[in-house]
């Protein structure tokens, strides 16, 4: 089931994150879930320790 946050930003975040959503034609929160999801899954591959389940950690 998707998990829906609330995020607080710095306005200067904000603005350039609406700028970029409305630049590309999208909704600011599907740019952000875009964004999200590449970040953890750069992470994942960088880092995959953390992604283990517990107990399954190398």
């Known amino acids: 089931m998707p998990r829906k946050i609330q995020v607080t930003l710095p306005d200067r975040v904000g603005d350039d994150l ?16 875009y964004l999200l999801e590449a970040a953890v899954k750069a992470e994942k591959e960088k ?7 517990s107990g399954e950690q190398k």
Do not use: I, M, S, V
């Open 18 to 33: 609406e700028k970029w959503a409305e630049y590309e034609g999208r909704a600011l929160a599907n740019l952000c879930n």
């Open 47 to 53: 880092n995959p320790q953390w992604a283990q389940p």
